[in-house]
């Protein structure tokens, strides 16, 4: 039996598709968006309106942004030389936001999976390709997650490219910074020791 009117159900219910939201975290943001309407609830359901008309994905890239071709890509100032490749928007994000990246982008728009039924053509392989075959670009980072999937989808890719006259790379993997070793699952731990470098 719903405790509330249609209308707050319905913002519950649409909360709850979040990730990382549950029905009582919904529950629990749907409330602090209506006890503060003015500051919260007006602001964002506005914000939500002007993504919603606004913002696209990138017919280079395929990152998301208010303009097509996005800033990443028209950026002079980036390296043009090297294309990072990543799994979907999140993690291009995560890169910017470690200021550890000056190149350019490609969002694969997902990962190679067999028991998700999603082959090669579901991904944007064909304008990867293209890129890294232009004649400026002479490394291919994969910057993929150290899954099942994301290590399939880069073996995948290292054979694909392979027919490109570029260098394709690996992010590193294994210890994180500031990381016990007494924390670390095992795959993390014997991933750092093939890793290891000199000193």
């Known amino acids: 039996m719903p405790q509330a009117g249609p209308e707050i159900e319905r913002l519950i219910a649409l909360l709850s598709r979040l990730p990382g939201l549950g029905p009582r975290s919904a529950r629990r943001a749907a409330l602090a968006l209506l ?9 964002l359901s506005q914000a939500l309106a002007e993504a919603g008309a606004r913002v696209c994905a990138c017919g280079v890239c395929g990152a998301l942004d208010t303009c097509d071709p996005c800033l990443i890509c028209t950026d002079s100032s980036r390296d043009a030389s090297t294309l990072c490749v990543v799994e979907e928007v999140g993690a291009l994000w995560a890169l910017e936001r470690a200021a550890a990246f000056r190149g350019r982008y490609h969002v694969l728009g997902g990962l190679l999976s067999a028991l998700d039924g999603r082959g090669p053509e579901a991904l944007n392989l064909v304008a990867l390709t293209r890129r890294a075959s232009a004649p400026e ?10 899954t099942v999937d994301g290590q399939t989808t880069a073996h995948y890719l290292i054979d694909r490219l392979s027919v490109c006259e570029v260098q394709v790379t690996l992010l590193a ?4 910074v500031g990381g016990d070793l007494d ?8 991933q750092a020791m093939r890793a290891r470098r000199p000193g």
């Open 137 to 146: 670009v002479r490394e291919v980072v994969l910057a993929l997650p150290a």
């Open 35 to 43: 006890k503060r309407r003015e500051q919260l609830l007006l602001p």
């Open 173 to 176: 993997r294994g210890v994180p």
């Open 183 to 190: 924390w670390l699952d095992d795959g993390t731990i014997a």
